[in-house]
């Protein structure tokens, strides 16, 4: 027997499991990464605004249009007064106005990534002049209520992509909601867009806990972003982990996963099989620990049985390596520098020496502290007396090698007893200063890294 036919699939309104790219860098702090796009030509629709948007994304740097990205805590804008549910309403950001946004043909693009703390049932609410259209990563929304008649996929999920909302046409107020059950704890990631066409704008996307057809089902609505009680926040992306493949080998009956790394972190894969209660992800048992960031990407697999777990659920979590000392000294291990440590001296008779401070401190005799911060020993200039005149003298630690694309932190004990140039006679003042030298490069400073202007006393 053979059977010939063919059939469509909707294409969906986002690219399909790919992220659309818009103000990323700026989705910081609890804000929404917002991006303005205006000077594109008439916008009708939803297909021609997805085609701006993603024009933007590809290629911003030659976007023929105007492209101005800010960061807003709410995408909640317009005019006090507009058909909204969450007021007030915000401006429009300075920087979009001063580009020149006016008030015909332009959309704002905002990303974010919401927090969802308990399990449960959530309704995600839109109002818009004119339409929109909102995708959640990860979540299959099962019902939508709403929209404008006159296009009757206004107001509806998309029939190519269940994460999503859409309304296609222009409208006075988009005036939506949509429900995903059984969403679970986790990080989210949220793109919206809504446009004004002409005559009026205004849009906003709000969200509660529970089942809400209508507006007026609830008093707890919240807009995305809020920090009150009960509020959804953001958090910035790097708090994520982005998933970039999984795929299951039934010969092996093993799970391969795949995600985005960075250095300086490390990642566990925690794993439940129980759905009924799986509850928050960060509860979940752990199954592979402290794994090494191996930049961009990290695979691990995880062997599996399909008939003990026919259903299982799987996270990747990341959290910052600790840090590892990779220089530490004491000077206590003999009265003299240690290996690798170089002082120079001008001949002023000032010199960088380890030795057991004499005590005395401010006045008392001696420029020195009452004791070591690690007793024995310190380094300082001159431990049994005072510094001399015009005295420029240095002392240099061991070169220490840091990996590209990680960081270090620099701590130290000081104390200082310098001469402030104050008196009936004032004399230039003395300091002190700390430089991080590029020993690559015959040690040259690194400008930005520097501490100037050590003076005073006391210690610290």
């Known amino acids: 027997i053979q059977l010939d036919d063919s059939f469509m699939v909707e294409a969906p309104f986002f690219p399909f499991q790919e992220e659309l790219l818009g103000a990323e860098e700026m989705s910081v702090d609890g804000n929404w990464g917002v991006r303005y796009l205006f000077g594109a030509g008439t916008l009708d629709n939803l297909e021609t605004v997805m085609d701006v948007i993603s024009q933007a994304a590809a290629d911003p740097d030659n976007f023929a249009g105007t492209l101005v990205d800010t960061s807003e805590p709410f995408m909640n804008h317009g005019a006090n007064g507009s058909p909204s549910l969450i007021l007030p309403d915000l401006p429009y950001h300075p920087d979009a106005v001063a580009a020149g946004l006016g008030g015909e043909d332009f959309i704002l693009y905002g990303i974010g990534c919401m927090r969802i703390e308990e399990a449960g049932t959530y309704t995600i609410g839109v109002h818009s002049d004119d339409g929109f259209a909102f995708r959640v990563h990860g979540w299959t929304f099962t019902e939508s209520f709403g929209g404008d008649g006159r296009d009757p996929r206004n107001g509806t999920i998309d029939p190519g992509s269940p994460d999503t909302i859409i309304h296609p046409s222009v409208t006075g107020d988009s005036n939506t909601r949509a429900v995903a059950a059984n969403v679970q704890p986790g990080i989210y990631r949220i793109e919206f867009c809504w446009w004004e066409r002409a005559s009026g704008d205004h849009g906003e996307i709000y969200i509660a806990k529970g089942r809400f057809p209508n507006d007026g089902d609830t008093t707890e609505w919240l807009p995305i972003g809020s920090q009150e009680p009960g ?39 925690r794993g439940d099989s129980e759905p009924a209660d799986a509850g928050d992800p960060r509860t979940w048992g752990v199954i592979l620990e402290n794994i090494e960031a191996t930049p961009p990407i990290n695979t691990r697999v995880i062997p599996i049985n399909p008939g003990a777990n026919p259903l299982s659920f799987f996270v990747v979590e990341r959290f910052p390596k600790p840090p590892v000392t990779i220089l530490a000294e004491n000077f206590d291990d003999a009265a003299a520098l240690p290996a690798g440590w170089v002082a120079s001296t001008d001949g002023s008779g000032t010199v ?14 001696t420029a020195a ?17 005072y510094y001399t005149e015009n005295a420029n003298v240095t002392l240099t630690s061991p070169s220490i090698y840091i990996p590209a694309g990680s960081g270090a932190t620099l ?20 300091v002190g200063s700390v430089h991080i030298l590029d020993a690559d490069n015959s040690d040259t400073p690194i400008a930005g890294l520097e501490i100037l202007d050590i003076e005073g006393n006391g210690s610290a």
């Open 411 to 430: 701590n130290f004990k000081q104390w200082i007893d310098t001469d402030l140039g104050l008196g009936s006679t004032p004399t230039p003042r003395d």
């Open 352 to 365: 960088w020496e380890v030795g057991t401070p004499p005590g005395g401190g401010v006045g008392g005799g």
């Open 231 to 269: 509020g959804i926040q953001l958090v910035t992306k790097e708090e994520t982990v982005r998933i970039t493949e999984i795929n299951f080998n039934s010969a092996t009956s093993e799970l391969n996963i795949s995600w985005e790394s960075d250095l300086g972190f490390l990642y566990n894969i």
């Open 369 to 385: 502290p009452s004791a070591a911060s690690s007793p024995l020993y310190c380094a300082g200039t001159n431990i049994l007396g």
